[in-house]
């Protein structure tokens, strides 16, 4: 079935948070955020006098903390900022046009203080983000490290890498708008999960709270409940008595959305040079940002689980640190702590393959996990694969001994330009993060069914695929999706974590059935026949073995009351999305500049039901992990300001991607599926960036970090 | 992402346009693809817009002899398709062709490029190596500037308070090399490189169009293009960044400057598309 939101979300008719015109907004006064310049200093003054326009500091607000104990982001910055784009004031204005003239007026006294900026500046603790807690390490998760697995290796490689920040970029940037209603307060909110949102803003604010989400323009893990932001500006409208709206600029969102990804990862391979690896430490510090969000929780958690990667390892040892530094949160971003994982064992892999003169296929064919389910070390419970046979047909689709063949004509010939190969086999928890997820299915007037869903899709299609869904198991034409609103869907968790069909597929599922259950009682009072003589055919509810009979269609059945079913689903368990990618990159070596020339991958998330929103979460994935690889990255100054870099990638700077299928099921949910919404982005990057290296490798070059930028790759090889 | 309060005016010939840019704090909005973005940064914060995008007076190219006249509202898009540029001047076809995207090119003029003056843009080190000479208009009337003259510095030119661009005129030139090295599509230049003659123009490697005068000497007294090339980062200054320092700059340059005058020299295929 073709997707049936596209349309309106990349032409006109989407309706995002800057497009709500609801008549309880009219008269609105618009927000903006006077943000630190500087990243870490003590505020000795605010003087808003100059400012033609309301002005709130922290000083305004009478609200509780966000959480317990020092370390905890303030709604506003109090006494201390500790990053460029912390917020320090609101102002609101009724001319949104000079918003931007009445924050500039804004003054706002620094004293500096030393900025911390890097994991290691972190680790050292000469300078304490929170003095009173005596160390920037706010997180360690994973085991300690005895060594004794390597004792009997042949071979031990030991490499450090560094997994770069990233900025999730939505193209929608953060807004709100907020208005009070008869004591309760309604946000209309670009969110991934809009009963978070609620709850935290409610927790806040003392006061019950209805989120709205409309269209959302993109997320990526960045707009994961409520930011403090928000909170602020519901807290102001209350004050004024006026609702509020609010959307930052795109400079803005650069600094003050979260950003993603950032670990610099020691690690360390063994094995015998027939191949075996015998043993794996991954031991990361990640640099978890200004303020804990989930790079100091859930990214360390699922590095260390998904560590041993899609190999069977006697001995894995994993340890992240989550430090903190005077930098923009860094919080969770399309893999969340796996991408991280899945570049570390891969590079270990090729490091590893280098070492013993093996090629990378070989070495991975090797140590492939080949029964499940399987436990690692690290203890992740993989529930089903079939890992050789990913990688099997991506070599055979790209022709990978032909491309080895070439790639040596090359070298011989002398060719500036250097061809390399990739591989980047991967595993990945999905739907590992939440539990559980609501639904609500009804068969009203007409026929039309109406799904709530806890899941809040932001553009990966899920309502086109839940549509599927119903109107097949039901046999009815025209169903509507409805979610992201807390006072239509009872409960939800939301979307994240490529959990959406297997929870929020489940439950609609689930709910379906009892609607069919249901209907088939009422449909055999009605046809006046027992409720075991009754079945659907083609969206007709006939009595069973007489097809020519008069049957009940939908809109018979519910034409004097609908019918429904309320489910709250959380009977299943994470699955372990896997898959092979092949990437073959151009290297000129005379300017250090990659192209990407092929792109090939099995990505294998279980059963299929809706193949084209598959192929769409396929190819957005692939080109963020590419992104990664080759051009983006968030630097910055020894002083904590950003610099200037490069972020996004476009069609031109990609191939056709050859998309192989496979589809190996699993029995941890009814629908048999698993998570693709992170997939390409996990496997694409190593692949990417082992290509890079493999181009180069006759060079001398074993290890490039990410992003393989042209000046990297020229002093790599200069 | 909105600039500052501002007048706005439409003059609606180059007359008018000079009486109104007579006033203090008056800027000249031509395709508004380098002053709009600096306004919203509120980098620059103008009193008046003397908006003269529309004085079709100002928007044409034609053959005078050996010359090609430019009028200085000359779209990039007119640059890419006209068919005098395309025959006598098709490193200036070429060079436009390179800026931003397809809504850019249709908005940013020739004229507008070379008073911005960024060091990273296109088509005025194309200019410059075409050897333009610039025709200005203002309070004292009109002069001619050449290129070589009128870069003064990073976003720095030789136009005085009042005074407008109105045309170019650049000699008749058909031997030409165009390298533009970016990351990305749609990117300004981390370095390019222009040659038309006997002509090498760097471009991004200083704080304006810098000529590559080394390696111009060293052509002339018949060294190969592989050493000339060599000597194309001589002198100059570029920025060091993070993502590209100023060694990787010059580096990049000599390639560059290579491949184009290989291209130039007819060693190496391309043309415009």
Known sequence: ?718 | MIPAPFDYRRPGSVAEALELLASPGAALLAGGHSLLPLMKLRVVSPDVLVDVGALAELRYVRLDGDTVEIGALTRFCDLVVDPVIREHAPLLARAASSVGDRQVRHRGTIGGSLAHADPAADVPAAVLACGGVVMVHGPDGARRVHTRDFFLGRCRTALGLGEMIVSVRVPRQTHWGFEKFTRRALEWALVGVAVAGESVVLINMGDRPVRAGVTEAALRQGASIEQAAGLAAWNTDPVDEPHASAGFRQHLARVLTRRALQRAAGRVPGGLS
């Open chain 1, 1 to 718: 079935m073709a997707r049936i939101e596209d349309w309106a979300l990349i032409t006109s008719g989407g309706r995002y948070v800057e497009d709500v015109r609801d008549p309880a907004l009219a008269g609105c006064r618009y927000g903006a955020f006077v943000r630190s310049p500087v990243a870490h200093a003590r505020i000795t003054g605010i003087d808003g006098s100059a400012c033609r326009a309301d002005v709130f500091t922290a000083a305004d607000l009478d609200l509780p903390p966000a959480g317990r104990g020092p370390v905890v982001q303030p709604w506003l910055a109090r006494d201390v900022v500790r990053y460029v784009g912390e917020p320090v004031a609101l102002v609101v204005a009724d001319d949104r046009h000079r918003l931007a003239d009445a924050a500039a007026v804004v003054r706002v006294g620094y004293e500096p203080l030393e900025p911390v900026i890097g994991v290691e500046q972190a680790l050292a603790g000469e300078v304490l983000l929170f003095p009173e807690t005596g160390s920037n390490v706010v997180r360690v998760h994973g085991t300690s490290f005895d060594g004794a697995g390597f004792e009997g290796c042949e071979v031990v490689v030991t490499r450090t890498i560094v997994n770069q920040r990233l900025a999730p970029l939505p193209l929608e940037v953060r807004g709100a708008a907020c208005v009070w209603l008869a004591g309760r307060l309604v946000v209309w909110l670009p969110t991934q999960n809009a009963h978070a949102a609620r709850d935290l803003i409610a927790a806040a604010l003392g006061a019950p709270v209805r989120v709205i989400t409309p269209d959302v323009g993109g997320a990526f893990g960045a707009k994961m409940g409520a930011d403090p932001e928000v909170v602020v500006l519901g807290w102001a409208a209350r004050r004024l008595g006026r609702p509020i709206r609010w959307t930052e600029t795109r400079s803005e969102n650069l600094v003050a959305m979260t950003h993603g990804r950032g670990q610099r990862q020691t690690i360390t391979i063994g094995g015998r040079r027939d191949g075996t690896v015998l043993a794996f430490r991954l031991d990361a510090v990640q640099d978890a940002g200004a303020y804990p969000r989930s790079a100091a929780k859930l990214l360390p958690k699922f590095t260390c689980l998904m560590a041993a990667g899609a190999y069977r390892i006697p001995v894995v040892e994993a340890r992240v640190r989550a430090v903190l530094t005077n930098t923009t949160p860094v919080a969770s971003y399309r893999g969340a702590g796996r991408p991280e994982a899945t570049a570390a064992i891969e590079r270990a892999m090729d490091l590893f393959a280098a070492r013993i003169g093996m090629d990378p296929v070989a070495v991975r064919r090797i140590n492939f996990i080949r029964s499940f389910p399987y436990t690692t070390p690290t203890g992740a419970c993989y529930d089903s694969g079939d890992y050789h046979t990913a990688l099997d047909r991506v070599l055979a689709a790209g022709g990978y001994r032909e491309l080895r063949a070439e790639q040596e004509r090359r070298r011989a010939a002398g060719d500036v330009v250097a061809l390399g190969l990739g591989i980047g086999c991967y595993v990945e928890v999905t739907g590992g993060g939440g539990v559980g997820e609501g639904a609500r299915v009804v068969v009203g007037r007409g026929g039309v069914a109406t799904v709530h869903t806890g899941s809040s899709p932001h553009g990966q299609g899920l309502a086109s695929t839940l549509t599927m869904l119903v109107s097949h198991r039901l046999g009815v034409d025209q169903v509507i999706v409805r979610h992201g609103d807390t006072d239509l869907i009872a409960r939800g968790t939301g979307t994240f974590g490529s959990r959406s069909l297997q929870y929020g597929g489940s439950a609609v599922s689930r709910a379906v059935d009892l609607v069919v259950d249901r209907a088939r009682d009422r449909a055999a009072d009605m046809l006046e026949t027992a409720a075991g003589d009754v079945e659907l055919t083609a969206g007709v509810w006939r009595v069973r073995g007489a097809p020519s009979s008069r049957g009940l269609t939908w809109a018979e059945l519910c034409s004097a009351e609908e019918l429904a079913a309320d489910v709250w689903f959380d009977d299943a368990e994470p699955t372990y999305s896997f898959g092979a990618h092949l990437s073959v990159v151009e290297v000129d070596t005379e300017t250090g500049r990659v192209v990407l020339r092929r792109m090939v991958a099995v990505d294998d998330a279980g059963r299929v039901i809706n193949p084209e929103t598959c192929v769409g979460q396929r190819h957005g994935g692939l080109a963020q992990g590419i992104a990664q690889a080759l051009f983006e990255e968030v630097r910055h100054h020894p002083d904590g300001s950003l610099v200037d870099g490069c972020w996004g990638v476009g069609a031109s700077e990609l191939p056709d991607f050859e998309l192989l299928d496979m589809a190996t099921p699993t029995t941890r949910n009814p629908l048999g599926v698993k998570g693709i919404g992170e997939s390409g982005t996990i496997g694409s990057a190593p692949a990417v960036q082992n290509a890079v290296i493999d181009a180069l490798s006759h060079l001398g070059v074993d290890h490039l970090d990410m992003p393989a930028s042209p000046m990297r790759v020229w002093q790599a090889i200069s």
